[in-house]
């Protein structure tokens, strides 16, 4: 059993009847995925995550990672059919080579933004 | 938020560079989904592949990279040593210089009618220092010149008391210097304003100080032809000059 999960009880208060234990369900407790579900929460509501999907987009189209994918979807496309390609896929297809053709400078420079706010924002 | 177990920072450093990856590769899938989304979309509305056409037309809009020619294949300069034939005139000018001169040419554009007023003005002022009259046919062309006005004004006044008119040497004069003039009519743009008062009589200068600036500019030493209000010179200038000319009086 994974040390980090716990086994929590909660007691609902505003039951009638006093108390109330419940037992929730381990993985949604544990301490890790509460502290990344807020840290997530946080980059959501500072404008964060946006500000860094944008910066990967527009850094994306710079390099040419795009124009490439575009043209490895061309090939999905005329190998699959034009009429019957779904977003599956191209999803399947398109994914992994997509994760892997990103350039290092650009997957630095994120991983550097990302590292900074969590130093600046997540309290450690 | 507080933790109480393993700080992310500090020594133990894996948990958050994993959390820093697991960020970074949410963004990059998103980034793929959106693309994949772009994508079937271009497909299922057909424009996809619109940007393929014919072989053909991709040769001939292709990007060309020779020297001396620029991307679309066109020579630079290439119409500056063109000479064009005049329709008017019948010269050939240079190509860069035909716009112009067909302007003074066909007597056309927005320049010509000023050069041909001054033209006319300058013919005026040395045929008026040669007689006291004067064709009122070339003042009333003069309609946009407020000095012009002024002396076809006067002139009509002087006209009823003058002896007739000198036309003779009025329109010799007048030919003569039409003819000087029309051989250099491109090179307008030299046109001196003013007139060299060394040149005129007593009685002369009088009649043109009554209408005219005529404060001698230093550099080309020629009386000022504009009119007695010209915002180039002030009125101590105008006084001082015709107490010059004039004498005190």
């Known amino acids: ?124 | 938020m507080k933790m109480e177990e393993r700080p992310l920072s500090g020594p133990d450093n894996t948990r958050l560079e994993a959390l820093i990856q697991d960020i970074y590769s949410e963004l990059v899938e998103d980034a793929c989904l959106g693309l994949c989304f772009e994508v079937h979309r271009a497909v299922k509305q057909g424009y996809f592949f619109l940007d393929e056409t014919d072989q053909d037309s991709i040769k001939e809009f292709e990007i060309v990279d020779q020297p001396g020619v620029d991307i679309f294949g066109q020579v630079f300069n290439q119409w500056k040593n063109k000479e064009c034939e005049c329709p008017n005139c019948k010269r050939l000018i240079a190509a860069s210089r035909f716009a112009p001169h067909l302007e003074k040419c066909l007597g056309m554009g927005r320049n010509s009618s000023r050069i041909a007023n001054r033209r006319l003005a300058s013919n005026n002022n040395i045929s008026k220092s040669e007689s006291d009259q004067e064709d009122n046919d070339d003042l009333n062309d003069n309609d946009w010149s407020y000095g012009a006005e002024k002396k076809a004004k006067k002139r009509k006044s002087d006209k009823n008391q003058n002896s007739p008119r000198r036309s003779k040497s009025l329109k010799h004069k007048n030919g003569e210097l039409g003819t000087s003039i029309s051989l250099d009519p491109y090179k307008q743009y030299n046109y001196n304003a003013g007139i060299s008062f060394e040149s005129l009589g007593p009685n002369e200068v009088r009649s043109l100080l009554t209408t005219q600036c005529g404060v001698i500019s230093e550099h080309t030493k020629k009386m000022c032809t504009r009119s007695h209000r010209c915002p180039q010179h002030t009125d101590d200038q105008r006084r001082a000059i015709r107490l010059r000319l004039l004498g005190p009086s």
């Not at chain 1, 990967?56 to 090939?75: P, T």
């Open chain 1, 1 to 124: 059993m994974s040390p980090l999960v716990d086994r929590k009880v909660l007691y609902c208060e505003s039951a009638p009847s006093g108390t109330i234990k419940l037992q929730i369900v381990p993985e949604i407790m544990s301490k890790e995925y509460q502290m990344r579900a807020a840290i997530n929460q946080k980059l959501i509501e500072m404008g964060e995550r946006e500000r860094l999907k944008e910066l990967l987009r527009a850094k994306l189209v710079e390099c040419g990672w795009k124009d490439q994918l575009k043209a490895h979807c061309k090939d999905v496309i005329r190998e699959k059919g034009l009429e019957h390609v779904t977003v599956e896929d191209l999803v399947t297809e398109v994914t992994p080579k997509g994760r892997a053709l990103v350039p290092d400078s650009v997957k630095k420079e994120l991983l550097q933004r990302i590292r900074a706010f969590l130093v600046q924002h997540a309290a450690l």
